[in-house]
Each structure stands twice: as structure tokens, then as C-alpha cells.
């Protein structure tokens, strides 16, 4: 099977009109591929048919599902039905399809929530299922791990399938989603900080006690990570994490935007809110042995999100 035009393998992108999707459209690698990124309306990927008839018309090379219904803690937790039925509807349809209709070399990409809440930092791969999940994102992240393992599962019954499974740590960067309602951390505080200066307020609230910790990368920078990914499927483990190895509290999150912004008022702290995991901090060392690590810093991260979050209308 070879679905090459004009001497370039053709790669079916899920999620293209997402943050991950455009991000890895944008990147320089992706002119090295003939992209297929149908948007929702085109192919609706909880339909199992309709990604089977897609999948058997285009014959892709590789597929890279960076799909799914996503969002933060709130959306999560007022919507888990929803989180856990369509993300585990459109991992199944596209990584089946994708191996009924013969392709050899599918990219999945999973999230750290699929790791135990009580887990030891840094989260290594071999932690996967060893116990309870974060309940504020369970469904999301039950989704996840039932198409980790459906891709491991391929592998052990067909060892010519590379179907394999990437691990990004949280993100943020151009084309995220910046509605209160729908975000997640890094864009919400961007959100929060601007109008706190354009209002003239002299005081932020950040949610609990502002100490847990999180990792976040550039979304850019995992597009570089899925293209290299892309063209390496042979040596990538099985499942990896893709991260930064170092972390920051929910408060240096809050000072750095506040820096890159220029606001230069208080934070209070409403302890009584929910924050999730004290810490989620992946182990690189898969990664690193691969020989990739992000090149983007967080305050250079952060300020061009900011220039995004500025053009995007949002402001």
C-alpha cells in the first residue's frame, strides 16, 4: 500500500483544526508530508463508518490522531459523560480503521492524566494503570488509555504494525483556547492577567494555595517532536512521554504572565476551589535516549501565546 503524491508520503492528521494540528501544519517539517487534516464537518471520526470509507478512499501512509474532545478542569467535570464517550468513540473508529484499511503507521497521542493520581514524580511510562485516576478528568483520561493500549495491543498480535503512542505533557502556544469556560491553565491565566490590566484591577485570584505543580510545553515544540516521531517510527518506543523534565507552581505560572504582560498587581488565593494533581512531571529519560528535548523557553513560550492571544480577538 502507498498513498505517495508527488514523492510525499501522505499523512492523515486527526484534531488538524486543534492546537496540536495546526501547530504541527505550521511547523517547517510538515512540507515533507502530503497532510490530510479533514475538519469535523468533512469526517466525523465518531463515526465508525465514515472513518472506515474515508480511510479506504485515501489509503494514507501514516495517521497521527491528535483528535479529541479536550478542555479544563471545569469543562471536564461538567461534562465527563461526553469527555468519556466521544474521545473513546474517535480513538477506537480511526486507530481500527486505520488498521483494517492496512496502514502501517499510525501515531498516537495520548496525555499525562492518563497516569495514577497518587503516582511518584517523575510519571515513566510503565505507571500507566497502576492505580486511581484524577477524578476531575477520569473520563477524559479512561479515553486515552483504552487507545494507548489498543495501539499496544496491535503491536504484540502484528509486529510489522508501528502503532505507537506519544505522551505530551501539558500545552499551550498559538491557536490555543483562551474562553474562561474551556480553557486550560496557562491560556486561562493569560485570560485573567490581561483583563486584570486593561481593567485596571490591582489583584488576581488564583485557585487553591497556587503550589501544585505543572509542566508545560510549547505546542510547537511537540509539533517538531510528532514530525520528527513521524519520520522515525521504527525506533520510537512504544509509548513515550514528550515534556520538559522540570516544572513550575501554578503561582510562577501566574508571575511570569504577569511579567509578560506588564501588570504589576497581587494575587489572592481562593483555597476553597478545586486544583487537581500536586504535581504531574514527566520522566524524559525515553526521550532523551531518543535524542529530542524542547528548544523553546517558557517566557519566549509564553510571550508569543500572548502576541496570539492578542491578534486572536479574545483581548
Known sequence: MSAEQGGKATMLLTGGGGLVGRNIQEHAGAADW???APRSAELDLTDAAAVESYLAKHQPDLVVHAAGRVGGIQANMANPVAFLDENTAMGRNIIMGAYRAGVRRFLNLASTCIYPRAAEN????DMVLTGPLEPTNEGYALAKIMALRLCD???REDDTAQYKTLIPCNLYGAHDTFDPKQSHLLPAIIHKVHQAQKAGETSVEIWGDGT?????MFAADLADAVLRAAA?????PGSMNIGLGQDHSINDYYATV?????????FSHDLSKPVGMKQKLCDPARQQDWGWQAPTSLRDGIAQT??????SGYA
Open 212 to 216: 501544585a505543580r505543572r509542566e508545560f
Open 258 to 266: 504577569a511579567e509578560v504582560i506588564g501588570w504589576t498587581g497581587d
Open 122 to 125: 517523575p510519571l515513566r511510562e
Open 153 to 155: 495491543y496491535i503491536r
Open 232 to 236: 522515525d517510527m521504527e525506533r520510537l
Open 306 to 311: 500572548y502576541r496570539h492571544y492578542l491578534e
Open 34 to 36: 502530503t497532510i490530510l
